[in-house]
């Protein structure tokens, strides 16, 4: 699923199985992508291209490469998220995110400042 310069956009409820980016997210403001499900992609979901504003919430990566992928976004939340036997990293950000609440069963990797 390719959210694209969407605005006010709720992405609920789906599944996604051995794809690329099971959801990315890219430009727009203040969608939220809530109780997704990917299992063994290369992303459980990417937020990029200066996407203003974006929540994920209770949403599970399992066997991602990697789970969360959080690069040339402004403001993202990330609450009540599981990753679960991630391949590489279960985080991988170009900033600083408050990643507390969320069950993070891999490293965050944060890009050297």
């Known amino acids: 699923m390719h959210l694209l310069n969407s605005r006010d956009t709720v992405l609920y409820c789906n599944q996604a199985?051995?794809?690329m980016r099971a959801v990315d997210v890219e430009g727009g403001h203040d969608n939220r992508i809530e109780k997704q499900l990917a299992e063994h992609c290369?992303?459980?979901v990417m937020v990029e291209g200066r996407a203003d504003r974006t929540t994920i919430y209770d949403s599970w990566f399992h066997d991602c490469r990697v789970g969360?992928?959080?690069?040339d976004a402004d403001e993202v939340v990330v609450e009540r998220n599981a990753v679960s036997a991630p391949r590489d990293h279960a985080a991988v950000l170009d900033q600083a995110v408050d990643l507390d609440g969320n069950?993070?069963?891999?490293d965050v990797w944060i890009t050297p400042a």
Do not use: A, Q, V
Not at 103 to 106: A, D, F, K, S, V
């Open 17 to 19: 199985w051995r794809t």
């Open 42 to 44: 290369d992303s459980g």
């Open 68 to 71: 969360l992928y959080l690069w």
């Open 103 to 106: 069950e993070l069963g891999g």
